[in-house]
């Protein structure tokens, strides 16, 4: 009698919006060690931030919904459990607070009040920042909100890759910060926004209805930088991309139709110094859609004026709160675009997969392009023969 063997197992790659695409993006080979090797970063300061200000938005958004407390709401009574819960849940993932950025809860300074939220000396910048993303953006952004932390997924055609396909398809994932409903006559600052924007109303006049869908999207950073014509930088562009995917991911599982994506760049709150330093240098070489222009002047000398060793400069309301909101209008054309640039990213990093299980070293299988800042807080920077900071000490022969 013959036994019939097991057929092979059918897998499909799962590639996440966040955690592959854009860690690919910024270099192949640091991907490789951290995401395909599971080895985590041993100082991932970013990525407690962006985890922390996502736990106490979302957190914020369910206390507002039970108790409906007025804004302004006050630090230590309001805001500061909430920041303990999300400390001590981020902890119990390995995740800790970066040293100077925010107060721990054993902190000898159980007596804290607002004033120790000195936003301008940066020893409590985490809290800070969350102070101003509930108070400059919560009143306006709760009462929009359908829905946080939506789970969309989807496949697609595997792309052509030069060896085998491991499969025919690929898997795309994300997660929806918020899903929110707005009407456009509303009295609301985040609509004010959208109406500014030319081509976010040119789409709306085209589907003519009073409510739509928008996506909104936290981000623990600063505003990339991008040139006049609004692109150019990989970050810059990566988000919108990220953006138009999510609609797309939007429209196949719901048949639902976003027609813009907002992105919050929380940082520009409460700069740090690193921060500040990128702004100045993107407001010098007119690298940047916000901030550059005339009706900032004030803010522009500060800038220019300030070196790091002085006191953070005392920035406008106007000018931290217009660059740390990003408008994306979304249409059909800019949507395919995105996807056929995810193809291409995924069609990279399954070469580079197949290429290893064919016997390459790693090394040789992922292309290792970290820019300059990126090699210099990386894990792998002794060993990597691409380390673009590396020392004669450290160079392999
Ligand atoms: S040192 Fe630079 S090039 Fe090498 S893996 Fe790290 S980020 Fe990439």
């Known amino acids: 009698m013959r036994l019939s063997s097991k057929s092979k197992p059918y897998m499909i790659p799962e590639y996440s919006l966040t955690g592959d695409l854009l860690s690919y993006l910024t270099c192949g080979l640091q991907y490789r060690y951290q ?24 957190e914020a958004y369910m206390k507002w919904e039970n108790d409906k407390t007025q804004f302004p709401w006050d630090w230590k009574n309001d805001i500061r459990p909430i920041e303990d819960i999300i400390d001590l849940r981020l902890q119990v993932r390995g ?19 607002i004033d120790d939220l000195n936003e301008y000396d940066h020893k409590k910048l985490a809290s800070a920042r969350a102070e101003k993303a509930i108070n400059v953006w919560g009143s306006d952004l709760f009462p929009l909100m359908e829905s946080a932390e939506v789970l969309i997924k989807g496949l697609r055609d595997m792309p052509y890759t030069k060896n085998d396909k491991r499969s025919k398809y690929y898997g795309i994932n994300g997660v929806i910060d918020v899903l929110s409903l707005i009407n456009i006559n509303d009295d609301n600052k985040i609509v004010k926004y959208l109406k500014e924007n030319e081509e976010f109303n040119r789409i709306a006049e085209k589907y003519d209805e009073d409510e739509y869908e928008i996506i909104i999207d936290y981000k623990g950073m600063k505003r990339p930088p991008c040139d006049v014509a609004g692109s150019n930088n990989e970050n ?11 609609s797309w991911l939007r429209q196949k599982q719901e048949g639902k139709k976003p027609v813009a ?22 407001i010098h070489y007119h690298l ?18 300030w070196t ?10 106007k000018f931290k709160i217009d660059r740390s909101i990003r408008i994306i209008p979304i249409d059909d054309d800019k949507i395919n675009e995105a996807l056929v640039k995810f193809d291409s990213v995924v069609e990279k990093i399954e070469t580079s997969i197949i290429r290893e299980i064919n016997g390459e070293k790693i090394q040789d299988a992922w292309t290792a392009e970290g820019e300059e800042r990126t090699c210099s807080a990386c894990d792998f920077k002794t060993f990597c023969k691409n380390n673009k900071n590396k020392s004669e000490d450290f160079k392999i022969p």
């Open 35 to 58: 995401n395909k090797g599971t080895l985590p970063p041993s100082m991932p300061v970013q990525l407690w931030f962006g985890e922390f200000i996502h736990g106490v938005m979302e």
């Open 308 to 317: 790091e060793d002085d006191e953070m400069p005392k920035l406008s309301e």
């Open 95 to 113: 995740l800790y607070p970066p040293a100077n950025h925010f107060f721990t809860i054993n902190h000898p300074d159980i007596d804290m009040t």
């Open 236 to 246: 810059w562009d990566y988000h919108e991309r990220q953006i138009l995917t999510y």
């Open 261 to 282: 994506g907002i992105i919050f760049y929380l940082n520009e709150l409460v700069p740090s110094i690193e921060d500040l330093k990128l702004i100045k240098e993107d």
């Open 288 to 305: 940047t859609d916000v901030g550059d222009s005339e009706e900032y002047q004030k803010d522009i000398e500060l800038i220019d004026d």
